[in-house]
């Protein structure tokens, strides 16, 4: 479409400003983690990097990047057992209720956190008869998780179809050489993409975490969320925002790589 | 014998130097000679039939068809969409399973077999390439399957991309590819498995009129060399025509008609498949009693007519003729065509070739009155599904 010389000067500005309303925070958040102000003084006088020291040695964050790690890990391996499953039956089998349970397998992810994690913490202490644990909290992730495999894996199923399946099959091979040697290569893609946003939403999971984990196990969201209103520990939360702020680069860039993966296999 | 080179003659005007010839003979010589029965049938269809859905919405894709394909032949399936034919193809690969009837291939009932337990492979529309392996990959996919040594899987697979003439592209995606050339290494890669039979459905309908034409005369050259039987899906009566040596017309889930291109084409038994193969140019009822003098269903083929005006000389005495009024002309270039309403009812196609006339000639006879004439011969009597079965 052809704009205005007016136009589009309007429109760069408008983008301008919204990136700038997202990004301009975190950048202050990255900056602050250096300044070496306790109370956080803007501008910051002087920098440090006195506060990356202190995390470096703080047991706290790094039991709870552990723990979140660890959670994450066990939700995205059961997601993607699962959720690829639930995939297959959806996409290649007509059977009754098939519409019903694709419903109700993308429901979770739409439910507010707060009802799935008052839910979850009564099945489990009342009729499961469950103590809470670490795995009582990776479990209640995986059933949010499986949904955005789920539909990585659908969407990939009904664009390539079966010929290519077929084909296989035509040539000589048995159920099982088709899967290995057709299906799940098409299918990598897709898995890694809804696996790293599986792990992703995991590891910023605050809701369903609070009233599913027991008092001793903090996963890093939580740590952050006790420790921000202390004063004193105030500039290590900091540095660790700015941590996670760069370490959530890594996903988002492969996660694009995939896609873009995704769309040119999708051609054929 | 064995696998020593047999050397291949090819009419080198098919396609560009020496690549070609290299190739089919490549396939040729290796081709191993099953126990082949001349009298057994490469395939053999009884009562097939092959129902999708249940209850009230159920459809009969196929609905009953006995088919006999001869080993070595060219056998096209012809028929709208729909009518069934890309159905008995998959029953056949081992995509569907049928509902009733028998598939025999060489004499052994596969009927609930696996696909990858019949000797026959695919050529698909799309032609499923596989988009995460290169071309050598796929081409040499069905050999890696059934264990083929890797030293034999590398040169049959070469050959076969050497004689699709694509030798040089073996490290290329299929995405990297032309469309063209895609539907080569799909050739390739169906054929060297050397199977007893190669299904082909609509390999051809995704090129462009020039290429087509090109891959029907290479196809069929292909086909006469390498002896394989050959079952190709199309909706394009002219592709049947040009490739077949025998036709099934299929509508509505059964086979109309069987026969050689000459058969369907100058002998139509049912007008549907007069229709359907050509222009449907049927004189019936009360314009056939007063044009031809006899009762039934007649075609004429719209070039076996010619076309005067009303007021030239009148035609030889052994001719039939009739006159009418010209109601539309199409200029196709290299002919005319032209939709006469005849006097006495009906209307009839008459194709003229374009010797000495131009566009602008043809135009002006719109309107006119002329007189068509052809010779009883090219008559053929249809049968009428609404009247008894009476042709030959």
Known sequence: ?268 | MGTEPVTMRWDPQLSGPRAGRRLYGALVSTQPQPDVDAARPAIRLRGLRKRFGTGPQAVDAVAGVDLDVRDGEFLTLLGPSGSGKTTVLRLIAGFELATAGTIELGGVDVTRRAPFERDVNTVFQDYALFPHMSVTDNVGYGLRVRKVGRAERASRTQEALDGVRLGHLGDRRPAQLSGGQRQRVALARALVNRPRVLLLDEPLGALDLKLREQMQVELKAIQRQVGITFVFVTHDQEEALTMSDRIAVFDGGRIEQLGSAADVYERPATPFVAGFVGTSNLLSGAAAEQVLGRSGTWSVRPEKIRLDLDDEPAAEAHDRSATGVVREVVYVGSATRFVVDLDAGASLVALQQNVQTSSSDVDAYRGRRVRLHWDPRHEVQVADPATAPTAH
């Open chain 1, 1 to 268: 479409m052809l704009l205005s010389r007016r136009g589009r000067t309007i429109l760069a500005a408008a983008m301008g400003l919204g990136l700038a309303f997202i990004y301009l925070p975190l950048l202050v958040v990255v900056v602050n983690s250096f300044n070496a102000s306790q109370v956080f003084a803007w501008p910051p006088r002087s920098l440090t990097t006195r506060w990356w020291r202190e995390v470096a040695s703080n047991t706290g964050v790094r039991e709870a990047v552990l723990t979140s790690v660890e959670v994450g890990l066990v939700a995205t391996v059961t997601a993607v057992v699962l959720g690829t499953l639930l995939a297959f039956a959806l996409a290649r089998y007509t059977f009754f209720g098939r519409q019903s349970v694709s419903v109700l397998v993308v429901l979770p992810i739409a439910l507010p956190g707060i009802v799935t994690a008052l839910a979850l913490r009564t099945a489990f202490q009342t009729f499961l008869g469950v103590e809470l644990s670490i795995w009582t909290v990776a479990v209640s992730h995986a059933t949010f998780c499986m949904v955005v495999v789920y539909n990585n894996v659908i969407a990939r199923l009904r664009r390539t179809g079966t010929t290519a399946e077929e084909a296989s099959a035509d040539l000589g091979a048995d159920g099982f050489t088709t899967f290995r040697l057709v299906t799940f290569p098409l299918l990598r893609g897709a898995l890694l993409a809804g696996a790293l946003l599986a792990f992703g939403l995991s590891f910023d999971e605050i809701v369903v975490t609070l009233s599913t984990a027991p008092p001793g196990v903090t996963t890093l969201p939580i740590w952050i969320f006790q420790n921000l209103s202390r004063p004193n520990q105030a500039p290590v939360v900091n540095v660790v925002a700015a941590v996670l702020v760069l370490l959530s680069v890594v996903p988002l860039y492969l996660s694009q790589r995939l896609a873009a993966d995704t769309v040119t296999a999708g051609r054929l």
